[in-house]
């Protein structure tokens, strides 16, 4: 397909593959092209858009500034592409070759990654899920096109972005086995001062609702310092006698490491728990489904084990510091 001009617009399919893998090698295997014809389409793409489109950095390449700021348009009219000359909602979903980027929480991928990863070989084997780390900075990932789906505490959200709220959770208190903070009645002046605390924040926050609750009680407890992720507090929290939170959706790694969670004889405020979405994908099948089996896995809970098959025709509407 070509514009008057001469322009190729099948370029922008293999323009959004090369954003998506950010290598000639990976986006020549989903194009089924050979390197050096994947290295020519490139060479088509950098001359149209008068830009590198990708440099090299180190062993890898990394897209440059001008592409960064097209990737979300250029996959937008891909999509809205695909959905054009697709028949319906009833796509036949082990046809469909895509990455979908989930930002979100490292405990997220941790507890809800298996299944999935499980059900998309099983209902859609050509699609692929890369998990992403949320940033210490708040960025428009989802209008950027950066991330597809953003899984968790969603507390920073451009209006004109989707989120479903799936459950309320609460902050549970962990340790390691054989803790003295689990020896005798729980008290807010024993949770307070027992031992020092350490705090998940990605962005290096070293106060919150734990703090506020305890100063209204006037009591304050030690914070020894803050690490980015639950999994990595955990690890900490395991060798230490540390005392650390975890949500219930993070209580499986905890179990798994030994560690022993306990309420938090606090009042704390609830955390609702959901998923964002850009609407450029409300019409996109893929993407429906890849929401239908989030919504499923969040409102069933991380158990593993449960087989229940993704519904992408289902209605459609953090970390401690921000608890």
């Not at 031992?195 to 703090?211: E, M, Y």
Request: aromatic letters at 4%; a negative charge; one cysteine or more.
């Amino acid at each position: 397909m070509t514009q008057s001009t001469g322009l190729d617009l099948n370029l922008l399919v293999a323009l959004d593959v090369l954003l998506e893998e950010q290598s000639v090698q990976g986006a020549a295997r989903r194009l089924h092209l050979s390197e050096p014809a994947m290295s020519r389409t490139l060479g088509r793409v950098r001359k149209a858009l008068g830009d590198p489109v990708l440099v090299r950095a180190g062993r890898r390449m990394v897209p440059t500034p001008h592409a960064l700021a097209v990737r979300a348009e250029v996959s937008a009219v891909v999509e809205r592409a695909r959905a054009l000359f697709a028949p319906g909602r009833d796509t036949d979903l082990r046809t469909v070759s895509r990455t979908f980027t989930i930002l979100g929480h490292d405990a997220m991928a941790a507890t809800h990654g298996p299944p999935l990863f499980a059900r998309a070989a099983r209902e859609a084997p050509g699609i692929r899920l890369r998990f992403l780390s949320e940033s210490h900075v708040d960025a428009p990932f989802l209008r950027q096109g950066t991330a597809d789906l953003e899984v968790g505490v969603i507390d920073s959200a451009a209006p004109e972005v989707h989120v479903e709220t799936v459950y309320e959770d609460r902050m549970l208190g962990v340790v390691r086995a054989g803790h003295p903070l689990l020896d005798g009645e729980l008290t807010p002046e024993r949770f307070a001062g027992t031992a020092g605390h350490l705090v998940v924040s990605r962005r290096g926050r070293q106060r919150g609702p734990v703090d506020d609750a305890l100063a209204g009680l006037g009591l304050e407890r030690t914070v020894v310092g803050s690490v980015g992720t639950y999994p990595a507090s955990l690890f900490v929290l395991r060798e230490t006698d540390l005392i650390g939170l975890i949500s219930r959706w993070g209580r499986a790694l905890a179990d798994a490491l030994g560690l022993v969670t306990f309420e938090v004889p606090l009042r704390l405020p609830a955390v609702s728990v959901g998923f964002a979405w850009h609407p450029r994908h409300d019409a996109d099948p893929a993407h429906a489904w890849l929401r239908g089996c989030v919504r499923e896995l969040m409102a069933s809970g991380p158990e593993p084990g449960d087989e229940t098959p993704c519904s992408p025709a289902a209605p459609e509407p953090g970390d401690e510091s921000a608890v």
